[in-house]
């Protein structure tokens, strides 16, 4: 059975670090693009970053560029995001998402995953 599983959540203050992991079970990350999505109250899911195959080409949405950098531990079937210097605005339900691509592409678009983690909520807050 096909999981995703993200931990890492919780309350910072603005500036401050969170390290979001994504642990996969039921398949091998070896072969699925990931990609890490959020959702605030009463806006649209974004795409925040994403990870390719093989080569590990990255994908950062402007306003976590610089900020946040995804990577990915296919010995431990998990991937991470780590976040710093956040702002209020980084404020949501984080999600992680599984899609078998081409090797060495990334995929930005919620349409683009077939499996999904239940979510885990960040508040940047002081």
């Known amino acids: 059975q096909v999981q995703l599983v993200e931990s890492g959540g919780g309350l910072v203050q603005p500036g401050g670090s969170l390290r979001l992991s994504c642990a996969a079970s039921?398949?091998?990350?070896?072969?699925?693009?990931m990609g890490w999505f959020r959702q605030a109250p009463g806006k649209e899911r974004e795409g925040v970053s994403a990870?390719?195959?093989?080569?590990?080409?990255?994908y950062y949405a402007d306003s976590v560029k610089g900020r946040f950098t995804i990577s990915r531990d296919n010995a431990k079937n998990t991937v991470y995001l780590q976040m710093n210097s956040l702002k209020p605005e980084d404020t949501a339900v984080y999600f992680c998402?599984?899609?078998?691509?081409?090797?060495?592409?990334?995929?930005?678009?919620?349409?683009?995953?077939?499996?999904w983690g239940q979510g885990t909520q960040v508040t940047v807050s002081s």
């Open positions: 039921g398949f091998s990350l070896d072969y699925y693009a």
């Open positions: 990870i390719s195959t093989s080569v590990d080409n990255t």
């Open positions: 998402a599984a899609t078998r691509g081409i090797s060495g592409s990334y995929y930005y678009r919620d349409t683009d995953y077939a499996y």
